[in-house]
């Protein structure tokens, strides 16, 4: 028996640090030598359990390995795809990744997780029960435990057993200590700052004013997951792959910002580039998933506070990333979803038709928004009007309306989604091209910025950089209208973006008024100040 025991010990650390070894290689997660000082005992609690509880069957140490190490490609494959780690708050995007996904893909995924339930049941002995395998569950659930209720002892524990913590370099944590010890310290960490924001007198950060001259209208369009066809340099087309009349429009004034996403999470590129604060995810994944309808000194309250009306239309659902509270935390005033998604007592101008696609062609929402705003503008209010069409978004469906004219055509190997996504920015920067025609003539003197959320995700995050793309996986094309003019912007982050914008507005009044260029602990201490305030 013991004999037994230890042959499947040594076959699991040798099989197990050969899988993670081609995730190295594959994905890029390197998990140090660390891993089999904790990290094996909590995967072996987990094999443990599902072998002892299994029946006997000469399937029975490779059906338990398998389940076990389930988790371990979860985390790959996340990274893999948003060049992130896993944190144990993302589970609260599970509803926001059931509505992107499309059918096809939710019925795979349900039924993945149905067959892995299937064979725990079918596999499990109902009638065997012991104290051993008691003890091992207690153990594999006991450090989850400990860093959800009493996280400040899970990281005593954590730095007692030989843990690390890289700043703010998450994945080298993970790497240098292992998935679920790691994953666990980073889950104690957040409760541990989100207490401390509700215990400490967090210093008061001062409020950003406009000047009170400054009268201008301002659009801002999130031009979901974009990007430039050309730029993915290993990739030659049939035709132009961008609406002409649009990179003559905008090429020479194109510039590039750092984004805090990739291939997902638009809220939080919206929560740098509306409150003017870096994404620190300290006290959770997304931001807007904590917030409560709290007002906060950000943006759009400056502008309501100015006289302005803040108007916020987004092309999906409102319970998308908590959207409702987190756009009244921000200080909207109106917001405004496809009337699909709404009851019949929501006030909306985004009224979508039995046939429409998916999404809402952006074409259908600018000319929604148009309409909209011109009354607002004919009636001489001020507004600041944020648009998130959301037709880009994955997994990049080309509505019926839209033929498929672009073709790779110098043989390089490209999936079906990738060449939808690039027919897709076809149609969109063309309607974009005919948005901001129309809306110079209706609002010359206003300021527009158009920017992507994030670079849309194709095949992962490792697709992208095949496919050529040079600027970095964190970096997006925006542009800039003053007076109907493109200009060039001082800034390359989103959170530096829409003061630099301002100021170069105002002719450097907004940054005498406000401080537009702040340190890393001021901008900290102005994040403490702006989530405490939402929560």
Avoid at 61 to 71: D, M, T
Avoid at 388 to 408: C, L
Avoid at 480 to 501: C, E, G, M, N, R
Wanted: overall charge neutral; charged content about 20%; proline content about 3%.
């Amino acid at each position: 028996m013991l004999l037994r025991v230890l042959k499947q010990f040594l076959s699991i650390v040798i099989l197990t640090w050969i899988i993670l070894r081609v995730f190295q290689i594959t994905i890029g997660i390197a998990l140090s030598d660390r891993f089999f000082k904790v990290e094996i005992w909590i995967f072996l609690s987990l094999f443990y359990v599902l072998y002892f509880n299994f029946k006997s069957s000469k399937f029975r140490f490779w059906l338990s390995y398998c389940i076990a190490i389930i988790p371990y490609v979860f985390f790959n494959l996340f990274y893999a795809n948003f060049e992130r780690v896993f944190k144990i708050t993302d589970f609260s995007q599970f509803y926001e990744l059931i509505g992107v996904l499309s059918w096809m893909q939710t019925i795979v995924m349900m039924l993945f997780v149905f067959v892995v339930i299937l064979l725990v049941y079918l596999n499990t002995h109902f009638r065997t029960r012991s104290w051993l395998s008691l003890f091992l569950l207690l153990g594999f659930l006991f450090p989850a435990f400990l860093s959800h209720n009493y996280p400040d002892s899970y990281v005593q524990l954590y730095k007692r057993l030989g843990g690390s913590n890289v700043g703010f370099e998450d994945k080298k944590t993970v790497q240098q200590n292992g998935y679920y010890f790691a994953t666990y310290y980073l889950h104690a960490k957040q409760l541990i700052a989100r207490n401390k924001l509700n215990e400490d007198d967090i210093e008061r950060i001062q409020a950003s004013l406009l000047p009170d001259a400054f009268n201008k209208n301002v659009h801002i369009i999130l031009f979901e997951s974009f990007v430039d066809a050309r730029e993915l340099t290993s990739l030659e087309y049939n035709i132009h792959p961008v609406y002409k009349k649009w990179s003559d429009m905008t090429d020479e004034y194109t510039q590039y910002y750092t984004t805090p996403v990739f291939g997902g999470g638009t809220a939080n590129a919206e929560f740098e580039i509306l409150c003017a604060t870096k994404n620190l995810k300290r006290l959770n994944s997304i931001e807007f998933n904590m917030l409560l309808g709290k007002k906060m000194d950000c943006l759009p309250h400056m502008f309501s506070e100015k006289g302005y009306t803040s108007i916020t239309s987004n092309g999906f659902k409102p319970t998308f990333f908590n959207k409702r509270l987190a756009y009244k935390s921000l200080g909207f005033d109106e917001q405004h979803y496809p009337s699909r998604y709404l009851s019949y007592d929501d006030e909306t101008y985004l009224i979508t038709k039995q046939d429409d696609h998916q999404h809402m062609t952006d074409k259908r929402f600018y000319e929604d928004n148009l309409k909209y705003i011109k009354q607002k503008i004919e009636n001489n209010e001020s507004i600041l009007n944020f648009m998130v069409p959301i037709y880009g978004h994955y997994p990049h469906p080309v509505a019926i309306e839209h033929e498929k004219i672009i073709e790779v055509s110098n043989g390089f190997k490209v999936s079906a989604m990738t060449l939808d996504a690039i027919n897709q920015n076809y149609y969109r920067t063309r309607s974009l091209y005919y948005y901001i025609q129309d809306l110079m003539v209706l609002d010359p003197d206003s300021i527009v910025l158009v920017f992507s959320d994030h670079l849309p995700k194709l095949e992962g995050i490792k697709s992208v950089k095949k496919y050529g793309y040079t600027h970095g996986s964190f970096v997006v094309p925006g542009w800039v209208w003053i007076d109907s003019k493109l200009v060039q912007i001082d800034a390359d982050t989103f959170y530096d973006l829409l003061p630099a914008i301002l100021n170069k507005a105002t002719q450097g009044e907004y940054c005498e008024i406000n401080v537009c260029k702040i340190s890393d602990e001021q901008m900290l201490k102005k994040y403490n100040y702006l989530m405490k305030q939402g929560i």
